[in-house]
């Protein structure tokens, strides 16, 4: 190996190994790529061009004027258009009223209903955007969350398979332009009749074999609805909510909330003051307290007692809070791998003066924290129920380090004329695929019509854009770029030639999927095909094997691979609502990666006639 191809595989394996330990975000470590490529090529090495060619280091941010980026970005904006007027929980809401009392028929709903929804939408959303009807289902049916929360994840990431709007599949497609020499991309149609294959098979294994080997966990002790009350029983909130009524000799009266500092000396969060006949949400810490005022707190009977020291009269709350609280929204977010709160506290994150809402309760495990809620370090697959202004939702939804898994809130309605208009675009994109426009244009085209047309704000669009996805596109791309330039793609797929040559076409077919997928169980789907498929790309080229089969494979491989629940972010947050352990995925996954390696193969021979 020369010294060009080492450096490019440090920078390559050190930070990829980082974000396996948690040490790194993905999309940081991507930038971090991309840069270090960069500065070497500066310097005179030659990662991105011929050595001592300085002028050639803005190669190394290929990746961000690349057609995929475009398509991606344009891609966010037309699926966050559909999710706000409605279209997607509307579909969700029909197809869950055919699944009746069915335990398989409701094991197959929630996973073709989620493939489907993932065909046109990111597939955490498509996962998230169903997890809360699931658990409706639930509770009306008697049917338990470990039975259905599973399906949905891995019916969302069948369904990635079978479309080229797929992070990966766009990628993975881009980086065919980049070998040597270089090759036709894919395109939508490519995917459809192989992803479809491999989709169609899983998901019919699922609704067939899936009770087999789907597990049969307790859920937690009240499961989750979408309705305040059940939300607020869910999270245990009852047993600690308190009333506090302010008395004229209180140290407190006629200070704003922000000056008790009832949160930070007592660990208790104020939900809202009562005054008269009215409740004034704790939205606003300037709220000046008044005698006769009663404060609704959460916390232990303790830290409350504490209260009367300050001249308050503490007693039990007997009123339903979301009668209290009639003009505030309780919302349900978990947090994916790799968030960016990881470790944090929430004090440390500043939440509520971030995001306008506050922490209630905090859901680990089989228990729910509601006290000192400020200085718990946060994991991922934690569940908080958070109270904020209305107004303040959609924001709140376009966050990346977590996902609204449940909003109780009257903006869900479906606005028919805005869903029509929308869709009609949407269509109209799809139609110009399947007509040859690229994907870049096609895309681009309908969001700008989207802005034109006023369904979403130039705001708004900015907000939905998951950019931290983008940077970790890009960044990959570079890698793989510099991969490729340095000629280490090539001597990596020599090795896999030497490899698969005696085993034939299939061999190597059998050999590009293996290694994508056993990289994805630690890696994630998301990252796994674009570190592999350069390699197998340049494998294909030496066997004299169709390097766009090859690629699709790698791609497809990434979405199919469900041992782990590291595979992909969808599965983390079904872990808490169900009680899955990491055994639970293997159990169910392992079966279902099989069948898909086996029409993946069938469908590779018939399609592609390797």
Request: with cysteine; glycine share 8%.
């Amino acid at each position: 190996m020369t010294f060009s191809q080492i450096f490019v595989l440090l920078v390559l394996v050190i930070p990829l190994t980082l974000v396996f330990l948690n040490r790194l975000r993905e999309d940081v470590a991507a930038l971090l790529m991309a840069a270090l490529l960069g500065v070497a090529q500066y310097l005179g090495m030659g990662v991105v061009g011929p050595a001592n060619t300085p002028d050639a280091a803005h190669k190394a941010l290929t990746g961000f004027g690349t057609p995929e980026v475009i398509a991606l970005l344009a891609l966010f904006v037309i699926t966050a258009c559909l999710d706000k007027y409605g279209v997607t929980r509307w579909i969700a809401k029909k197809l869950l009223s055919l699944g009746g009392q069915s335990e398989r028929r409701l094991i197959g709903l929630f996973a073709f209903t989620a493939a489907l929804l993932s065909l046109f939408m990111n597939t955490l959303a498509a996962g998230a955007l169903l997890l809360p009807s699931a658990l409706s289902a639930s509770r009306r049916t008697g049917v338990k969350p470990s039975k259905l929360l599973i399906p949905i994840a891995y019916g969302s990431m069948l369904g990635g398979a079978a479309t080229y709007l797929t992070t990966a599949n766009i990628i993975v497609s881009g980086l065919l332009r980049l070998a040597n020499p270089p090759q036709s991309p894919l395109t939508i149609l490519d995917f459809i009749p192989t992803g479809g294959f491999v989709a169609i098979a899983g998901l019919l294994f699922l609704t067939l074999f899936g009770v087999r080997f789907l597990p049969d966990r307790e859920p937690p002790t009240v499961r989750m609805d979408p309705s305040s009350d059940e939300l607020i029983k869910t999270f245990h909130l009852l047993e600690r909510t308190w009333e506090a009524e302010v008395t004229p000799e209180s140290s407190i009266a006629n200070k704003s909330l922000s000056q008790t500092r009832i949160g930070e000396s007592l660990g208790m969060a104020v939900l809202g003051v009562r005054r008269g006949d009215r409740v004034l949400p704790a939205n606003d810490t300037a709220h000046k307290i008044q005698a006769g005022d009663t404060l609704v707190i959460i916390g232990r009977e303790e830290r409350a007692l504490q209260l009367e020291e300050a001249g308050l009269r503490v007693y039990p709350s007997t009123q339903p809070l979301s009668t209290l609280l009639r003009d505030t929204v309780f919302a349900e977010v978990v947090l994916p791998p790799r968030s960016n709160m990881e470790g944090k506290t929430l004090r440390d994150l500043e939440f509520r003066a971030r995001y306008g809402f506050s922490a209630v309760a905090l859901w680990r495990g089989q228990r729910s924290y509601r006290t000192d809620l400020a200085s718990i370090d946060l994991h991922a697959g934690d569940a908080l129920l958070l109270m904020g202004p209305p107004e303040r939702l959609a924001e709140l939804k376009t966050q990346h380090d977590f996902v609204v898994v449940e909003a109780v809130s009257n903006g869900n309605e479906l606005d028919a004329p805005r869903v029509a208009l929308t869709l009609a675009i949407s269509i109209g994109a799809l139609i110009a695929l399947f007509a040859g426009m690229s994907v870049d244009i096609a895309m681009l085209a309908a969001a700008v019509l989207i802005l034109l047309a006023g369904l979403m704000k130039p705001d708004e669009i900015y907000r939905v854009i998951k950019w931290r996805a983008i940077f970790l596109v890009a960044g990959t791309i570079s890698i793989s770029y510099a991969m490729i330039q340095t000629g280490l793609a090539q001597l990596v797929g020599d090795a896999i030639v030497r490899l698969a040559e005696p085993l034939g076409v299939m061999g190597l077919v059998a050999g590009a999927y293996l290694l994508s997928a056993g990289l994805t169980q630690v890696m994630g789907g998301q990252i796994s095909p674009l570190v592999v498929a350069p390699i197998a790309i340049s494998a294909a080229i030496q066997l004299g094997v169709n390097p766009r089969a090859i690629a699709l494979v790698t791609a497809i491989a990434g979405s199919v691979s469900f041992i782990t629940p590291l595979s992909h972010p969808v599965n983390i947050i079904m872990i808490a609502p169900a009680n899955y352990t990491f055994r639970d995925f293997v159990k169910s996954g392992w079966a279902l990666t099989i069948v898909c390696f086996i029409a993946l193969m069938i469908a590779v021979s018939l399609f592609w006639k390797l």
